[in-house]
Structure formats: C-alpha cells, structure tokens
C-alpha cells in the first residue's frame, strides 16, 4: 500500500481532526499529525504511571509481609551453628519446622508480655503432675530448675527446698540421700546466694552433708557449703567446708582455686597462692586462677608478675587495668592512674579503664583535701573502703569458680583484636 493511499483512507479522519484544532498557517495539512501524537504521547505516559503505580504497590505488599526471624532462645546444646560457607544459601534453603509454642513464646517475650507462670506450657504440665502426686521429687525438682532458668529465684528456692525435704525422708531403698537429694541441695545454694540470704540455706545444707552416707562422695555440696559461709562473711567456717571438698577431689582445679580465694580474703597470702599454682598445675587455661594469682603477686609487690599472669589471661589493656585495679584497692592511687594510662593508651575508649580513671582521679583528690586540711598524714595509705564499682572490671568478674560437678574452668579469654 502506498502513501496517497493510506493517506485517503485518512482524509476523513484528518477532516474530523482539523475542525476540532486550531489550523497551523506554517504547516498547513499537518496539524493533524500533531494532535494525533500528542494523544498517543499521552496515553503512553498514562500506561507507564500505570505501572509504576502498580510496581509500587507490589513492592510495598511485599516489604509487608516480611518480618525479622529471630531465632529461639535455649541452652547451648540447642542452638544450631551454622557451617562455614552457608549464608550464601540461606534464603534458597527451607528452614526447619520450629515448635509453635516456643515461638508463640519467643513472640510474647518481644512484646514484653511474656509471663512464664503462665504462657510456659512446662510450668501448667509440672503443676499438673505436682497436683496428682506431691510427692513427686523429681517432678519437683524439674519445676525449680524451670524457675531457676527463668531467674525466679524465690520460687525455685522454695521449690529447691521441698524437693530437699522429700529426698532426705524418702527410704534408702528408693534412692533417699541420693544424686536427686544432692542436686536439690546445690540448687538450693545457688537460690540462696542470688537472693543473697546465705543464712537460709547453710542449715538445711549442713543437716543433710551431716546424714548422707555419701556425703564423702559429695565435694560440690561442699564447695557450695563453703560459698556460702563466705557470702555470710564467715571465712574460717567457709575455709573448713572448701577444705572437705578438695579432700574429696584433690583434681579439680576450681575446687583449689576457691579454696585460695577464701584464703585471700583472709590476707594468708602464701597459702592463697600456692592453692592458685596448684589449679594451675591442673588447668593452665584457668583465667579465674591466673587473674587470682595475680592479685596476689600484686599485693606482695611483684608487679611485673602480676602484669604477666594478667595478660596470660586477657589482653594487654584488660590487664593494665586489672593490675590497676588491685592497685587502687590498696591505695596506691598514683600507680594506679599509671596503668590505667597505658591500658587506654593500647585502647583508648576502654569503658573500665575510663570508669576506673575517674574513680581514681575521685580518690586523689579527696586525698589531696585531707591532706591540705590536715586530718591525714602524708606517709598513710588509704584503703578504699569499698570495691571498684559494676562495670569497672575488677581483677575477675568472679574470683571464684563456679559450682561445677567436674570443678573444670573455662578457657581463658581470646586476645582482643585491638591489642595491637
């Protein structure tokens, strides 16, 4: 088909078009063309805002219906670690089914309106079994581990204690005094010393310690019994139990170091540090141990030493700080200071080494106005009356090990990868 052809079966559209727009003297029969174009423009911009509109609403849609996957709390042996090499095939991979009710109770806790006693199905299955028969003991000691996990510590003491009641009446032939009875017991130390009443726990402690035919084979109760008398400050009492517990396990490196501990806060220096050697001797990895010996190396003026064990242990900055940490504790303020400048100096926004700085710069010049004032001698020493404060990393976040059934310590820290 050519032009004049296609053009005449136009004419009559182009009549229409050229009655219906302003005639354009300098184009003359073309005008038409125009106002065709501009509607075709047109409606080419309508179709692609169309479907921008469309894209963008999908793409919020999308966004919408998104949302984090957090992954479920749990112990340890629960949790799933991922292989080198997998984040590149994670959203390709189905995820494994998860038990609605953790994650209904995963959901409850980041809302904030997770409560245990009652969205737990454990505690609602534990009360149930509890109310057919009370006397359950195990059943019941189930219960206060759940309170003790969940940190209620009053509940799981009461539960701890009634568990110790049935284990300690039940007749030898059913297990009476038995692994159940210990366990019920430690759990009733640890409920005790988080709520900071020692003195509820020991008699109970110390009754069954005395009636178990085991009570030989028991070195953890012993170990609990003397945390216990050193939270109450009785540190000869505490010193007595610790002693009977590294006579039943002579091997456990965290039974010593405890035991030179207690030592320790009795000033018997000589005998703290070689309790702290010999838990070395059983476990070189110990930071507890290494932090504690040097501490001690500290006190009696071997500072190198002290800063060798210290950063045996962690980093070189975390032990300037720590070694200024004991420092400060026997009021050698000036010292102090000094390694707290060099543990800054390695890192400089260290968050302990910058609270322990202000306390220090706080006890110098308190110092200073004595002085001036006339009230202290320049030759005293002041100890501080209370410990470095939370979150000012003293010499161990804990000097003693903790309540383990194998006395094992954890390895010591991995280096910091600012000390450089």
């Not at 001690?296 to 500072?303: C, H, K, P």
């Not at 000094?338 to 543990?343: C, I, R, S, T, Y």
Request: aromatic share 6%; hydrophobic share 35%; glycine share 8%.
């Amino acid at each position: 088909m050519n032009c004049n052809s296609r053009f005449a079966k136009s004419h009559s559209l182009r009549e229409f078009l050229s009655d219906r727009t302003k005639p354009a003297s300098k184009f003359g029969e073309r005008s038409w063309l125009r106002s065709a174009m501009i509607v075709r423009c047109g409606a080419r911009w309508a179709t692609a805002a169309l479907l921008t509109i469309l894209g963008l609403t999908t793409s919020c849609v999308r966004r919408a219906t998104v949302s984090q996957d957090f992954g479920l709390s749990g112990t340890a042996s629960q949790r799933i670690t991922p292989k080198a090499g997998a984040g590149s095939q994670k959203i390709g991979r189905k995820a494994a089914p998860t038990d609605a009710s953790l994650r209904t109770i995963f959901q409850q806790q980041t809302q904030g309106a997770f409560n245990p006693l009652t969205d737990d199905r454990r505690f609602q299955a534990l009360q149930t079994r509890l109310n057919l028969n009370p006397q359950d003991a195990a059943t019941r000691l189930e219960l206060a581990g759940a309170y003790e996990n969940y940190r209620l510590y009053e509940e799981a003491l009461e539960q701890y204690t009634e568990t110790l009641r049935l284990a300690r009446s039940a007749p030898a032939a059913t297990g009476g005094n038995g692994p159940l009875a210990e366990q019920a017991a430690l759990g009733l130390g640890r409920c005790a010393q988080a709520l900071r009443r020692p003195g509820q726990a020991i008699p109970l402690l110390e009754a069954f310690l005395k009636e178990s035919p085991r009570a030989d084979l028991m070195p953890s109760s012993w170990n609990e019994l003397g945390l216990l008398y050193d939270e109450l400050g009785d540190l000869t009492a505490g010193e007595s139990a610790l002693r009977e517990a590294v006579a039943r396990d002579a091997g456990s490196d965290g039974l010593h170091n405890n035991l030179g501990y207690n030592l320790l806060l009795q000033n018997k220096t000589e005998s703290a540090e070689a309790e702290f050697r010999r838990a070395l001797e059983l476990n070189p990895k110990s930071a507890t141990a290494r932090n504690n010996l040097g501490t001690v190396l500290a006190r009696r003026g071997d500072l190198q030493g002290a800063l060798e064990q210290f950063q045996l242990a962690a980093d070189r900055a975390t032990a300037h700080n720590n070694l200024a940490v004991v420092l400060l504790e026997t009021g050698q303020y000036e010292q102090s200071r000094e390694e707290l400048v060099k543990a800054l100096a390695i890192r400089h926004y260290f968050a302990p080494a910058l609270t322990n700085f202000k306390l220090v710069q706080e006890r110098i010049r308190e110092r200073a106005e004595l002085l001036k004032a006339g009230r202290l001698s320049s030759s005293a020493v002041v100890v501080p009356p209370a410990p470095v404060p939370g979150g000012a990393a003293p010499t161990v976040s804990d000097n003693r090990s903790p309540n383990k059934q194998d006395g094992r310590q954890e390895a010591a820290e991995s280096k910091d990868p600012e000390d450089r």
